[in-house]
């Protein structure tokens, strides 16, 4: 089935991007720090407007934080297993061709997990054949979101909130001066993960303070031992002795999950942000349409 | 043998207590507020002058922070394995009755842990008589120090900083909206214990923001909750499958990790802080006199 040109918005908390599709392909795209914390409940419908008088007037699919309680109109959750059909048939319309994505819930035994914006990418690496029908895939960021696919399904997903950490560490307390250095995946960062896979974070995070106080580890690579403990620590929490791990995740945060992976003896096989949620969006709008 | 009274000062970073000892004992107290963070390096001589005018003109024992770099003078680290006579040996003496006593330092394997304070505290348990030669000791707080005691000295020692990422989160971020609530050790503070021993912190952390959207726990519960999650990942790394476990602490504090000790079928046995510290400073006056 051809899919006629539409607009698809991934809306977060503190970024958008809209797209122009054409062919399951971007024909344009429009990038704008004007995320969801920053817009008004009654901005919204002009914010749209503007992007169709640059992209077309056309139909639109959002995604992301624009769907929370904090972003245009809830968008309820769609509970897991799910997969991009089950995500298609619950969409919040705005008016008859604007619509917004749900997230997914997951619930076991009284534990909860919640995402938004990430199924359409995660989703999409899959439907764009990256993927196999049964995968564990990760896609890092402030809240690292791990997804369990299985028959080409999410079926569990667990959020680990190692960056946000890692901003609260550098932001203040006994580590900070320690962590302004830029952060690379060198030897200082596997050495981290190997720290990091012991589990034990909060002993394993004031031993950076202790290597500065004793002279054991030169400080510029204490932000990067500091982040290695911190995805090393998440990391092995969901592959144990090693796994296949589809990462969808673009630049740094691609190169140092795909390295605390290989570190902990698991293989990284990466797919790139973008392209995935284009391929989940248009599904969407393909069954939706 | 008898000790003539001598004035003892737990001298922290935000926080100050000096006390008159007499046969070991505390014969008057004076606290302050005046921590080492807020006395700048040229006011010490004034305030321990002024501490003596109260006090009584006595020799001086001095421990905690007052002996590091943002304190009165450098007492340079004993390396474990240590007990109170090595402590006692390696003073750094200001004048011929002022002294500041050494904290301690461990490394092995590249790994380094340091504590200055507390060992003063944690071997006067010891020392007390409440405490057997062979033990594990666990003195809570912003960084929390469990130390292993073995033949009356302390061989290996863990910091974990368990207070101060509770109070990073409290203060910032995600979760920072629902952790104002005080922390009380009932069923949500064990309950969070339980899942803290999994050692997986950064997503049982996030587990506490899903589980206000999903509406899956009441939000009064959240602060004890997650108090519970970060001391049960602590102790869970600690005690593996339940041992005992000495306390240095008081109030709340003692209250929480007992609990979670418990929670993790170990034993907590608990002694008072102030105690401890008298025991331990006067042994080390009766060596040093």
New interface residues.
């Given amino acids: 089935m051809v899919v006629s040109p539409f607009i698809a918005i991934d809306w977060g908390t503190t970024n958008r991007r809209a797209y122009r599709v054409e062919d399951g392909r971007i024909a344009a795209t429009l990038r704008s720090p004007q995320g969801v914390s920053t817009t008004p409940a009654d901005a919204y419908a002009q914010e749209l407007a503007a992007i169709r008088a640059e992209l077309g007037d056309l139909p639109v699919l959002m995604a992301g934080m624009v769907g929370s309680t904090i972003g245009w109109r809830v968008a309820p959750?769609v509970a897991v297993p799910a997969d991009i059909a089950d995500i298609a048939a619950q969409l919040t319309w705005i008016d008859d061709r604007t619509a917004i994505v749900p997230g997914l819930?997951f619930?076991r035994s009284?534990?909860?997990?919640?995402m938004r914006g990430e199924e359409v990418q995660l989703l999409g690496a899959a439907l764009a054949g990256q993927v196999p029908a049964d995968a564990l895939l990760c896609q890092p960021g402030t809240?690292?979101k791990w997804v369990e696919l299985t028959g080409g399904k999410v079926t569990a997903f667990?959020?680990?909130?190692?960056g946000?950490?890692f901003?609260?560490?550098k932001?203040?307390?006994?580590l900070a001066p320690q962590l302004a250095a830029p952060v690379a995946a060198g030897d200082a960062f596997r050495e981290g993960v190997r720290?990091g896979a012991k589990?034990?974070?909060?002993?394993s995070?004031?031993?950076i303070?202790?290597?500065h106080?004793?002279g054991?580890r030169d400080d510029a690579d204490a932000a990067s031992y500091a982040s290695g403990v911190?995805i090393g620590?998440?990391v092995a929490?969901r592959i144990g002795d090693g796994r296949d791990v589809h990462l969808v995740a673009d630049g740094d945060l691609a190169t140092l999950y795909a390295t605390a992976i290989e570190t902990l003896n698991g293989r990284a096989l990466v797919s790139g942000c973008e392209a995935a949620f284009i391929a989940g969006i248009t599904q969407i709008r393909k069954l939706s349409a």
Avoid at 110 to 114: A, K
Avoid at 171 to 174: A, L, N, T
């Fill in positions: 959750y819930s619930t009284g534990h909860g997990d919640v809240h690292c667990t959020t680990a909130m190692t946000e950490l901003a609260l560490l932001g203040g307390g006994v720290e589990r034990d974070l909060a002993a995070l004031f031993g303070r202790a290597a106080v004793l054991l911190l620590s998440d929490a």
